[in-house]
């Protein structure tokens, strides 16, 4: 046997393997990348349930054309220096746009700030095309089409064509939460349009975007949360007891502003809700934790949410904390002295 070293395309479909699982994942590092680039405009386009069309068009700081190169290279990011402790978007690996081009046809178009043209560059199965001049408005569009074309295997798992498009509208939705004074639009070739306007990056503001996002009535039906403990501090929304659900698919957290999925979250709105709610029932909530980057591990897997808090008992504590206070305040629980 003789050791080789694979070929850039092996290990970016390698790599895809890992973080492009289908074509939400292709829309959430699309659309992270254009809330990093400090859009206020995020337009996803998909059809095909975004296996033969999902295009993000952002009017964000753009891409300078000798840098289209470098966008869809390998390990290449603008994002991050040389510390992995100080995490301050949401991408940091530089994985998302070769990975996609190893395994589908992809388009970035960029016109960067200050630039009078735009410019144009193509990867098709692993295979980059030369930067060509095109006609664009500032901010950035990418556009993958034939997704896993490269890697039928993986076309197999997809699953109907709905299933694929309710999940990027998910995708859509989780991110808006976060970022309020960002109109998002989604449309498709099915009934998936969403139309998000841009509302306050305050309290009301947020307050607006939850009511687009996850229903008025839930909006009507909530208790505020602003709390603090020890630099950490939570924000949001929660629900009142009598507005619960059969699953826990409504309960929406992020981290600095990444939205994640946790157990010890999960777990600590169990346990705020543990004496006005049955087992089998579930709060809705929308909960921002803010905390200084170095106190957290957002570096756990590529496509999955997992966070690592270096605190988990701080975080919790504050949860249930708040909640039970905001429940307590509104005379929905009893209040007690013990902690949980
Ligand atoms: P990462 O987001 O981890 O840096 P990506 O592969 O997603 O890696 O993107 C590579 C680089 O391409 C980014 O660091 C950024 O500089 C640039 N880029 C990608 N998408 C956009 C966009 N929509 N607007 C501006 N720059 C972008
Ligand atoms: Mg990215």
Same mark, same amino acid.
């Given at each position: 046997?003789?050791?080789? &070293?694979?070929?850039?395309?092996?290990?970016?479909?390698?790599?895809?393997?890992?973080?492009?699982?289908?074509?939400?994942?292709?829309?959430?590092?699309?659309?992270?990348?254009?809330?990093?680039?400090?859009?206020?405009?995020?337009?996803?386009?998909?059809?095909?349930?975004?296996? @033969? *069309?999902?295009?993000?068009?952002?009017?964000?700081?753009?891409?300078?054309?000798?840098?289209?190169?470098?966008?869809?290279?390998?390990?290449? +990011? #603008?994002?991050? @220096?040389?510390?992995?402790?100080?995490?301050? #978007?949401?991408? $940091?690996?530089?994985?998302?746009?070769?990975?996609?081009?190893?395994?589908?046809?992809?388009?970035?178009?960029?016109?960067?700030?200050?630039?009078?043209?735009?410019?144009?560059?193509?990867?098709?199965?692993?295979?980059?095309?030369?930067?060509?001049?095109?006609? =664009?408005?500032?901010?950035?569009?990418?556009?993958?089409?034939?997704? $896993?074309?490269?890697?039928? =295997?993986?076309?197999?798992?997809?699953? @109907?064509?709905?299933?694929? +498009?309710?999940?990027?509208?998910?995708?859509?939705?989780?991110?808006?939460?976060?970022?309020?004074?960002?109109?998002?639009?989604?449309?498709? +070739?099915?009934?998936?349009?969403?139309?998000?306007?841009?509302?306050?990056?305050?309290?009301?503001? *947020?307050?607006?975007?939850?009511? &687009?996002?996850?229903?008025?009535? $839930?909006?009507?039906?909530?208790?505020?949360?602003?709390?603090?403990?020890?630099?950490?501090?939570?924000?949001?929304?929660?629900?009142?007891?009598?507005?619960?659900?059969?699953?826990?698919?409504? &309960?929406?957290?992020?981290?600095?502003?990444?939205?994640?999925?946790?157990?010890?979250?999960?777990?600590?709105?169990?346990?705020?809700?543990?004496?006005?709610?049955?087992?089998?029932?579930?709060?809705?909530?929308?909960?921002?934790?803010?905390?200084?980057?170095?106190?957290?591990?957002?570096?756990?897997?590529?496509?999955?949410?997992?966070?690592?808090?270096?605190?988990?008992?701080?975080?919790?504590?504050?949860?249930?904390?708040?909640?039970?206070?905001?429940?307590?305040? #509104?005379?929905?629980?009893? #209040?007690?002295?013990?902690?949980?």
């Amino acid at each position: 046997m003789t050791i080789r &070293q694979l070929t850039d395309t092996i290990i970016n479909q390698i790599a895809a393997g890992e973080v492009i699982e289908r074509p939400a994942s292709v829309a959430k590092e699309l659309v992270e990348n254009a809330l990093d680039a400090g859009a206020t405009r995020v337009e996803v386009a998909t059809a095909g349930g975004g296996l @033969s *069309l999902l295009r993000v068009t952002d009017n964000g700081g753009g891409i300078p054309a000798d840098e289209l190169p470098l966008a869809v290279s390998r390990h290449c +990011t #603008s994002k991050l @220096s040389d510390d992995i402790h100080d995490i301050r #978007s949401l991408g $940091f690996r530089g994985e998302a746009l070769p990975s996609i081009g190893s395994v589908a046809r992809l388009a970035v178009r960029s016109r960067p700030d200050g630039a009078d043209s735009a410019v144009e560059i193509g990867v098709e199965g692993g295979r980059v095309s030369p930067v060509r001049p095109v006609a =664009a408005n500032r901010g950035t569009t990418v556009e993958v089409r034939d997704l $896993f074309f490269a890697t039928p =295997a993986r076309l197999k798992f997809m699953k @109907s064509e709905r299933a694929e +498009t309710s999940a990027i509208t998910e995708v859509v939705k989780r991110m808006a939460l976060a970022f309020p004074a960002v109109r998002f639009a989604l449309s498709g +070739t099915d009934r998936s349009t969403l139309e998000l306007p841009a509302v306050p990056a305050d309290g009301e503001g *947020l307050l607006r975007r939850i009511a &687009q996002v996850m229903g008025s009535e $839930f909006a009507a039906n909530t208790l505020a949360i602003d709390a603090e403990r020890e630099g950490v501090s939570l924000t949001g929304h929660v629900s009142i007891p009598s507005f619960s659900r059969g699953n826990a698919m409504q &309960q929406y957290f992020y981290v600095n502003g990444r939205p994640v999925r946790d157990k010890l979250l999960a777990g600590a709105v169990r346990g705020a809700y543990m004496d006005v709610l049955p087992r089998d029932r579930h709060a809705v909530v929308a909960l921002f934790i803010a905390l200084d980057p170095a106190l957290v591990d957002v570096n756990v897997h590529p496509a999955k949410a997992d966070v690592r808090f270096r605190d988990p008992g701080l975080v919790r504590g504050l949860i249930v904390g708040a909640i039970r206070h905001a429940l307590e305040m #509104s005379g929905m629980r009893a #209040s007690t002295s013990g902690a949980d």
